[in-house]
Nanobody
Framework: QVQLVESGGGLVQAGGSLRLSCAASGIIFSINAMGWYRQAPGKQRELVATTVSGGPTNYVDSVKGRFTILRDNAKNTVYLQMNSLKPEDTAVYYC???????????????WGQGTQVTVSS
C-alpha cells in the first residue's frame, strides 16, 4: 500500500511563510509527478503546483512568485515553500502523486489526507 503523509500546515499571519512536506511511502517503482492542491471552504479543489519527472513545474497564477515546489527524488518527498502568504491562501492543502508501484502496473493517482493552512489578516 502507498501512503502520502503531509506535514507543515498551521496558522500564520499574512506576509508570513510556511513549508509543507509530503512523503510517499510503501512499494514504489517510479513517481511520474507530484503536486499540491488546495480546497477552501465552499470552493472546488484547485491545483496549486506540480512537478513532473524530467519536466517543468507548474503553478496556478495566484501563487506564482510566492510559492515554490521542490522535490527530493531520493526521499520520494515533495515540498511546498509558501512565502508572502495571504488570507486567500487559507485552505486544506492536499498532496498528490501519480506513481507506478511495479514496472508492470499502471500509473495510479494517490492523495494525502490534507493539512490545514490558515492565514490571518
Amino acid at each position: 500500500q502507498v501512503q502520502l503523509v503531509e506535514s507543515g500546515g498551521g496558522l500564520v499571519q499574512a506576509g508570513g511563510s510556511l513549508r509543507l512536506s509530503c512523503a510517499a511511502s510503501g512499494i514504489i517503482f517510479s513517481i511520474n509527478a507530484m503536486g499540491w492542491y488546495r480546497q477552501a471552504p465552499g470552493k472546488q479543489r484547485e491545483l496549486v503546483a506540480t512537478t513532473v519527472s524530467g519536466g517543468p513545474t507548474n503553478y496556478v497564477d495566484s501563487v506564482k512568485g510566492r510559492f515554490t515546489i521542490l522535490r527530493d527524488n531520493a526521499k520520494n518527498t515533495v515540498y511546498l515553500q509558501m512565502n508572502s502568504l495571504k488570507p486567500e491562501d487559507t485552505a486544506v492543502y492536499y498532496c498528490n502523486a501519480n506513481l507506478r508501484r511495479t514496472p508492470w502496473l499502471p500509473v495510479v493517482e494517490y492523495w494525502g489526507q490534507g493539512t490545514q493552512v490558515t492565514v490571518s489578516s
